[in-house]
Nanobody, 128 residues
Framework: VQLQASGGGLVQSGGSLRLSCAFSGRTFSNYAMGWFRQDPGKERDFVAAISWNAGMTLYADSVKGRFTISRDNAKNTVNLQMNSLKPEDAAVYYC??????????????????????WGQGTLVTVSS
């Protein structure tokens, strides 16, 4: 499995960005997907996750109502729409894939060690 994240950049506080992650190498629709973020010197924090069929989504409390995770199984992509960005949202954002066919994906979703595959990260900078 290969994951390629894109869409990061510099945005003003209150602005929006849309991150995308391209998945390849296996059948995308078999994998629950997640987004995490990491500041330098800190742990990787959960942001959002989505089930294999997009029927269920989960969000960290800090981004609920502002961020939206979505996926397109025909295009093998998972997206993160980020609105009303705050300076504290600045970080490197990573997309990740859980092991396939996970029936317990939602309980695993917030924990980075539960993900089997990671993208390279894309930097989001938010100016105040």
């Amino acid at each position: 499995v290969q994951l390629q994240a894109s869409g990061g950049g510099l945005v003003q506080s209150g602005g929006s960005l849309r991150l995308s992650c391209a998945f390849s190498g296996r059948t995308f629709s078999n994998y629950a997907m997640g987004w995490f973020r990491q500041d330098p010197g800190k742990e990787r924090d959960f942001v959002a996750a989505i089930s294999w069929n997009a029927g269920m989504t989960l969000y960290a409390d800090s981004v609920k109502g502002r961020f939206t995770i979505s996926r397109d199984n025909a295009k093998n992509t998972v997206n993160l729409q980020m609105n009303s960005l705050k300076p504290e949202d600045a970080a490197v954002y990573y997309c990740a894939a859980q092991p396939p066919y996970s029936s317990t994906w939602s309980s695993r979703a917030p924990y980075s060690h539960e993900y089997a595959h990671w993208g390279q990260g894309t930097l989001v900078t938010v100016s105040s």
